[in-house]
């Protein structure tokens, strides 16, 4: 009985003394010592102190509003996170934002970051000298030359459109514009008609809004081209086919025999710019602000030589037909626009009209009633091994041209066209970025690296460490109640003493006497 006495005790003090199993972090565990309090300024405008503001399990983001994909990425999964948990768990969960490049967000840059995105929880800036030592806390590398390779405008060139026909047969095309392409485009959106023949030498434009140049060629529709290094128009040297719209964005037509000197300066700040002079000297500027997936999808078949229907109805440019196949009237099936989800990796249907998307990065043309999982991805990323070192892809052009580095890789100094393994625990912030999880003891236990981590994943292991600090809720579940404690320890008593009190006479008498059999009922 002594025995069975010893296991009881021990079975109640191991009661006692229960938590949750420890279960592996899904990112990557950390062992560091605690991140010391510092004070910043939020998005509105509001003074903030880590130690006093923050309170139990602590996520921290490092951004920029300048990023244009890793950045916003991080704060959607953040704000997918946020949304993963309980009312509960949230009371003891706070979320911040550290900007690392401070000399462009500020206070009110902040604000409409987050306004954009839809998410509450501070987002903080201060004076580069304020921001330094928190970086060094937290074990950061902010390298200036990563994120001013970063921060670039939308780039068209690097724009794909991926055409899945009935058959299932799929081609990938980068889009461009031709003079061309840009005269359509930019005469459609002014309602300029274009008068046109296409022969062997390419397209020759006849006439503009019923304006056509006689027959006697006493003069002819001149294009021109916008110089921006001696900011002046120069007549083009070649066909409107041959001229490349990324190159020479800012086009003018105007009549052969027109003074070119008064043709206004275009608008070097839209994407694309088209002026014309009519015979009288009155001129019309037609301007594209904003690529969106209609003139990408112009782009890319025109380039690819795909005939395509694109029709304009109430609701904004429909695509009909790609290539000589039709979509049914009766609506069978019909093209469908697809956007590549960059940090899913994967297609999505878009919910919007090709003229509503703004910018694509990626898009996809392919009949209703597809696999969406038979698109073939884009072609962004280089496998020669020559490239990046073989450990990134090249994103950008010309002196913005870099390397998008795999996780574990960066730089080699300034040397933006390498990627070289980083060996240090210290993490360099730029094109890939870093998001802390941290203990009550503001001590750094998880780090996850980049955007292509899984909202479930991190949720996990914000719960995992709630679990073991017995927060969120989890206290109440880990810790017995006390009528449970104590009814335990009564019965334990009982189970122990009982024994005891059964036995009679000498212990021995006891273990040699013959035991009477309980009477069968």
Not at 81 to 100: K, M, N, P
Not at 269 to 280: D, L, Y
Request: glycine letters at 8%.
């Amino acid at each position: 009985m002594k025995l069975r006495s010893h296991l009881l005790v021990a079975f109640v003090c191991t009661l006692l003394l229960t938590t949750s199993a420890a279960a592996a972090y899904k990112g990557s565990k950390l062992a560091r010592g605690p991140v010391q309090d510092f004070s910043l300024t939020t998005q509105d405008n509001t003074a903030y102190s880590f130690d006093a503001d923050s309170e139990g399990v602590t996520v921290v983001s490092f951004i920029f509003t300048r990023c244009p994909d890793v950045c916003p990425a991080i704060t959607q999964l953040l704000k997918g996170v946020e949304g993963e948990l309980t009312e509960r768990e949230r009371e003891d969960v706070s979320f911040i934002s550290i900007t690392v490049d401070p000399e462009y967000d500020t206070p009110e840059r902040l604000a409409e970051f987050t306004t954009l995105h839809g998410v509450e929880w501070p987002h903080l800036t201060g004076t580069v000298e304020e921001m330094e030592p928190i970086w060094e806390n937290f074990g950061l590398v902010v390298q200036q030359n990563v994120i001013e390779a970063h921060v670039m405008d939308y780039q068209p060139a690097e724009t794909s459109v991926t055409i899945v026909n009935t058959s299932g047969n799929a081609s990938n095309h980068m889009v461009e514009y031709s003079g061309w392409t840009l005269t359509e485009l930019m005469a459609e959106q002014a309602n300029i008609s274009v008068n046109a023949s296409l022969s062997t030498y390419g397209h020759m434009v006849h006439g503009l809004n019923g304006v056509d140049s006689p027959a006697d060629w006493s003069w002819y529709w001149e294009l021109n081209t916008w110089n921006a290094s001696t900011m002046a128009w120069e007549m083009a040297n070649v066909g409107v086919d041959s001229i490349d719209g990324f190159e020479n964005s800012s086009l003018a037509w105007m009549p052969s025999t027109s003074n070119r000197s008064e043709l206004p300066a275009p608008n070097t700040t839209a994407e694309a710019s088209m002026t014309v002079m009519w015979p009288n000297g009155t001129t019309v500027q037609s301007n594209i602000s904003t690529f969106n997936a209609y003139h990408a999808t112009r782009g890319g078949l025109d380039v690819a030589g795909l005939n395509a229907s694109i029709e304009m109805s109430t609701w904004g440019h429909y695509l009909s037909s790609i290539n000589n196949e039709t979509a049914p009237s009766t609506y069978e099936w019909w093209w469908n626009l697809y956007l590549w989800n960059g940090t899913a990796e994967t297609w999505e249907s878009s919910n919007y009209g090709m003229d509503e998307v703004l910018e694509p990065d990626h898009i996809a043309w392919a009949p209703s009633d597809v696999n969406i999982s038979e698109i073939p991805r884009p072609v962004q990323h280089q496998n020669d091994t020559g490239v990046c070192n073989g450990h990134g892809w090249l994103m950008g052009s010309g002196e913005s041209k870099h390397c998008m580095c795999d996780t574990g890789y960066g730089w080699d100094g300034n040397d933006r066209l390498s990627c070289i393994s980083e060996t240090t625990e210290d993490y360099t912030v730029g094109h890939s970025t870093i998001t802390y999880i941290l203990n009550p003891d503001r001590e750094p236990t998880v780090a996850w690296t980049g955007d292509r981590w899984l909202v479930d994943d991190f949720t996990s292991d914000l719960r995992e460490l709630l679990d073991r600090e017995n927060l969120g809720g989890y206290a109440d579940e880990n810790t017995p109640s006390l009528s449970l404690l104590l009814t335990t320890l009564s019965i334990a008593s009982a189970v122990i003493i009982l024994p005891r009190r059964e036995v009679g006479g000498d212990e021995n008498e006891g273990k040699g006497g013959k035991m009477e059999a309980p009477p069968l009922n």
